[in-house]
């Protein structure tokens, strides 16, 4: 199908775009889920703002013992990224399982932040790492949790006139390592289930787990039972095995062509668990 007609913009700082999308523009990064809704006329934005030229978007600088990911770096500039190779590494995976190379090359963590699909990589990967998003108007900006922003199925804290702008990060400290693992749909990319887990050990024991989940549900979460249980213990293969049957433990899974909810709920536990063992045996 053709898209309905709309009028296009590109900005080149962030002052005119947010001035655009206050007025009732929709912004526009990569396209990678916009213009497909847009061709089934399942999205008819009267006034696109492009944000393509806006430079002070795209960058990933470390900062106050912090990593900052401007909303326009594309999913390729975090695989590769030295910086956050290096001192985040869980993001940068996440970012290199993500579609292919052309969905990698245009999509941006900021659009796929703000269209919040359930079965898209970044959420797990923050709500592991506890990141922090930046959204801006023009009236000022704020900062929210990731746990906060994510509020259902395509549905986030972001209002109207608001842009994501930034993505902060913590730089991994001591024994910590961490894995994204995704039972992925062949076509597409996307997760059917995807887990991301971050550990801590000290004095040979877990001192913090984190384990950020996709596709199970309709939003992203963190598996906070799954987490408790592992905190404490060695990590011997019966605690890890007994900690991801807890990452399902009290949520609605969805059911799909592609798998159904018992089906989604096993692998949770099994993609949990692989993650797990793969982040304990980074963590040293």
């Not at 399942?42 to 912090?66: F, K, W």
């Not at 990319?189 to 549900?217: D, M, S, W, Y």
């Amino acid at each position: 199908m053709i898209p309905a007609s709309f009028e296009y913009t590109a900005p080149t700082t962030l002052k005119e775009a947010l001035a655009l999308i206050g007025d009732g523009g929709k912004p526009l990064a990569g396209g990678m889920s916009l213009i497909p809704m847009m061709k089934l006329r399942l999205a008819n934005p009267e006034h696109l703002i492009d944000l393509n030229r806006i430079a002070e978007l795209n960058y990933i600088r470390e900062a106050s013992g912090e990593l900052h990911i401007g909303a326009n770096a594309t999913h390729y500039d975090i695989e590769i990224s030295p910086l956050l190779m290096g001192k985040c590494p869980l993001l940068a995976e996440t970012a290199a399982a993500i579609g292919d190379i052309q969905v990698r090359n245009r999509g941006t963590i900021g659009g796929s932040v703000a269209h919040a699909d359930p079965s898209a990589d970044y959420p797990a990967a923050l709500q592991a790492l506890e990141a922090k998003i930046v959204l801006a108007s023009s009236s000022g900006t704020r900062t929210v949790s990731t746990a906060d922003f994510f509020v259902d199925t395509f549905t986030t804290a972001l209002e109207p006139e608001e842009l994501v702008t930034e993505i902060v990060v913590p730089v991994e400290a001591g024994l910590t390592g961490t894995s994204y693992q995704k039972f992925l749909q062949p076509a597409s990319g996307f997760a059917i289930v995807g887990i991301a887990a971050r550990i801590r050990r000290e004095a040979g024991k877990i001192a913090l787990a984190r384990l950020g989940v996709t596709g199970v549900g309709g939003n992203s979460y963190r598996a906070a039972k799954a987490e408790k249980a592992l905190e404490g213990k060695a990590g011997s293969d019966a605690e890890i095995a007994a900690a991801a049957a807890l990452i399902g433990d009290g949520i609605e899974a969805g059911a799909d062509l592609h798998a159904s909810a018992a089906f989604r709920l096993h692998l949770a536990a099994n993609y949990g668990a692989r993650a797990i063992r793969a982040a304990l045996s980074r963590s040293v």
